[in-house]
């Protein structure tokens, strides 16, 4: 297989040193491992500025997703209802989620390319006094919109909701001040902006509201409390742990921060993403997200034309050496590039090269 280069929200392009970490094979029981689960929990706790005596972090098996719904099938209770606010299918993951679980819930749908309104979250809360937990996504890697965590946040807090924010694709690369902003449960996983290798996400949760979660669990492999409960021990994880996915991540987040720390990752990333929509800009390739509401992590783009093929588009950009991502939009004929991941403006200016070659091929 030829070698390429990842431009998608994750798994992403890794270093090489990263990925050597998994060529021992480490045991779960060893102290030297449970080790490694402890010095994770705690460097997450200050890459999200948050203390510990308020604040806790769940490693949990599996994908991103798995993830939150641990969180969401363990934290809100029959007696609760949750807001969830969506525009992008993450959002709408969550609302199936409720639907399987049997929550309470109340969706506020917005469209793909706008934010959600205060005003109009002000007016579903006030008028429900039932709901007692809201659920945003920050990043929406559908399209790339970057949603208003500190607008939320503050009307949780006005109205006194428990929070949970799915950063999946932003945490790592965006600064978020999780105990400033009152965040009770966030949500993100090893593969996407802290750049190790996909198997297990990880909830830093505020620890008032997790001792509360006993016994709400839906399910045995998903009960946060119980991971929490066991692992906050001595690093074991319940059953087995993803031993290769932690070391390697271990070694990521050392890598986060020799780099800088977030903010300097903020930076890199802000910078590939600035590169990335004024060169395909300039060859006609505009952006779906206006620029005022777009993250430096993912961007969605319209076709050029009615004639585009994204099958010879995707092809021949691989064959160069990058893989992109295909659209998730109903409504419109849509590509996305990530940019976030061992990425850095050289290997973006390397991709507009080809692109810029590729619309020529095309268009003359
Ligand atoms: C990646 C991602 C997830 C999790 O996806 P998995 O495929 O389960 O890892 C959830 N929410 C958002 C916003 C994401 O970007």
């Known amino acids: 297989m030829k070698n390429y280069k990842l431009l998608t929200p994750g798994p992403l392009t ?13 045991c779960t029981w060893d102290n030297d491992y449970k080790e490694i689960t402890q010095k994770i929990r705690t460097q997450l706790l200050e890459l999200a500025n948050a203390s510990e005596e308020d604040y806790t972090v769940v490693l949990m098996q599996g994908s991103g997703t798995f993830s939150v719904e641990s969180v969401i099938s363990s934290s809100i209770s029959k007696n609760d209802k949750v807001l969830i606010v969506t525009n992008g299918a ?16 109340v969706q506020y749908s ?26 945003m996504v920050h990043c929406e ?12 946040a503050d009307l949780s807090k006005e109205y006194n909701k428990t929070l949970i924010i799915d950063a999946m694709s932003s945490f790592g690369g965006i600064e978020i001040d999780i105990q400033k902003l009152g965040i009770d449960y966030l949500i993100s996983s090893a593969n996407k902006c802290i750049q190790g ?16 979660c006993e016994g709400i669990a839906r399910s045995v492999s998903l009960d946060l ?17 993803p031993t290769h996915v932690v070391a390697a991540f271990s070694k990521a987040i050392d890598e986060l ?25 300039e060859v006609g390739i505009n952006a779906y997200i206006s620029e005022e509401n777009q993250s430096p992590i993912i961007t969605t783009f319209l076709f050029p034309s009615e004639q585009f093929s994204f099958e010879n588009f995707y092809y021949f950009i691989k064959e160069k050496g990058f893989v992109i991502y295909p659209g998730k939009l109903t409504d419109a004929d849509t590509f996305r590039v990530g940019n976030i991941g ?12 080809i692109i810029e070659e590729y619309m020529g091929v095309v268009t003359k």
């Open 141 to 152: 890697t559908t399209t790339g919109i970057l949603n208003p965590i500190e607008m939320v």
């Open 225 to 241: 409390f119980d991971q929490w409960k066991e692992m906050d021990k001595d690093g074991k994880w319940r059953f087995t742990s």
């Open 257 to 281: 921060i020799e780099e800088g720390g977030i903010s300097a990752r903020y930076a890199r990333y802000k910078n590939n993403n600035r590169v990335l929509r004024m060169r395909l800009k």
């Open 197 to 212: 290798v996909p198997g297990f996400g990880f909830v830093i949760a505020k620890l008032n509201k997790l001792v509360q």
């Open 110 to 135: 917005i469209a793909y390319d706008e934010l959600p309104k205060e005003e109009e979250l002000r007016d579903i809360i006030e008028k429900d006094s039932a709901i007692t937990h809201i659920v």
């Open 342 to 353: 061992e990425i850095y403006e050289e290997d973006i200016q390397s991709l507009c090269n």
């Open 14 to 26: 890794t270093t090489n040193t990263v990925k050597e970490e998994m060529l021992f094979d480490r």
């Open 90 to 105: 993450y959002g709408e993951r969550i609302v199936k989620m409720a639907k399987y679980i049997g929550l309470n819930f």
